[in-house]
């Protein structure tokens, strides 16, 4: 898929009210500022997730029937999700809840 770029990207109200009760330096908000910012240009940045593999956990609290996983700094993941165009951030977590959420099995 070619760059694409968005107009704007969207957080859900979990991320958001995550990022809101920490400091603006926070390394949180700077992480997802800056995925803002790469979606922004191209809303197919992060990595698509097959259909097949997308938690249930996405599909019934998010609906979603799209899913793409972006990596942080020191091993944190979120996914996003494209509605109507437009990047919806849904997550920040640790490696181990990733791997948690997609049931994957770490040794």
Same mark, same amino acid.
């Given at each position: 898929?070619?760059?694409?770029?968005?107009? %704007?990207?969207?957080?859900?109200?979990?991320?958001? #009210?995550?990022?809101?009760?920490?400091?603006? #330096?926070?390394?949180?908000? %700077?992480?997802?500022?800056?995925?803002?910012?790469?979606? %922004?240009?191209?809303?197919?940045?992060?990595?698509?997730?097959?259909?097949?593999?997308?938690?249930? !956990?996405?599909?019934?609290?998010?609906?979603? &029937? &799209?899913?793409?996983?972006?990596?942080?700094?020191?091993?944190?993941?979120? +996914?996003?999700?494209?509605?109507?165009? +437009?990047? !919806?951030?849904?997550?920040?977590?640790?490696?181990?809840?990733? #791997?948690?959420?997609?049931?994957?099995?770490?040794?």
């Amino acid at each position: 898929m070619g760059r694409q770029p968005s107009p %704007k990207v969207l957080l859900s109200k979990e991320l958001h #009210d995550l990022l809101k009760n920490l400091q603006p #330096d926070h390394k949180f908000v %700077k992480w997802i500022e800056a995925m803002a910012g790469v979606l %922004k240009e191209n809303k197919f940045a992060g990595e698509l997730i097959r259909k097949s593999q997308i938690p249930r !956990h996405y599909v019934e609290r998010f609906k979603v &029937n &799209n899913l793409y996983r972006y990596s942080h700094p020191e091993g944190y993941r979120s +996914c996003y999700t494209i509605l109507n165009e +437009c990047p !919806h951030i849904l997550d920040l977590m640790s490696h181990p809840e990733y #791997d948690r959420v997609f049931q994957y099995k770490t040794t």
